[in-house]
């Protein structure tokens, strides 16, 4: 059983902005694909961002590019999230996962792991 545990979550003005670490328990975060979720109030949780086994060719929602970046840290078995220009409609509660494929891609369903979560709200 592969444990993530996300951390860096706060509160944040509008314009700021806060990086999120997720930390796996086990090695196999080497040779698996890792994704960023993020579910807000009401709404259904969608992709934030993704990256391969490899760190090379990242994805990004929509709404997010040009102002989150993904990366990892194999030696340390995280991920990051680096978010600027943090817009209120960032305000979610915010998912890491481990994916079942090296690929880190945007489907829910490749993702077999999942942390518990960690609460980002940007004021306006």
């Known amino acids: 059983q592969v444990l993530l545990v996300e951390s860096g979550g706060g509160l944040v003005q509008t314009g700021g902005s806060l990086r999120l670490s997720c930390a796996a328990s086990?090695?196999?975060?080497?040779?698996?694909?890792m994704g960023w979720f993020r579910q807000a109030p009401g709404k259904e949780r969608e992709f934030v961002a993704g990256?391969?086994?490899?760190?090379?060719?990242?994805t990004y929602g929509d709404s997010v590019k040009g102002r989150f970046t993904i990366s990892r840290d194999d030696a340390k078995y995280t991920v990051y999230l680096q978010m600027n220009s943090l817009k209120a409609e960032d305000t979610a509660v915010y998912y890491c996962?481990?994916?079942?494929?090296?690929?880190?891609?945007?489907?829910?369903?490749?993702?077999?792991?999942w942390g518990q979560g960690t609460q980002v709200t940007v004021s306006s």
């Open positions: 990256i391969p086994w490899n760190g090379v060719s990242t």
């Open positions: 086990e090695r196999t975060f080497r040779v698996r694909g």
């Open positions: 996962a481990m994916s079942r494929t090296v690929r880190g891609g945007q489907k829910e369903s490749e993702y077999d792991y």
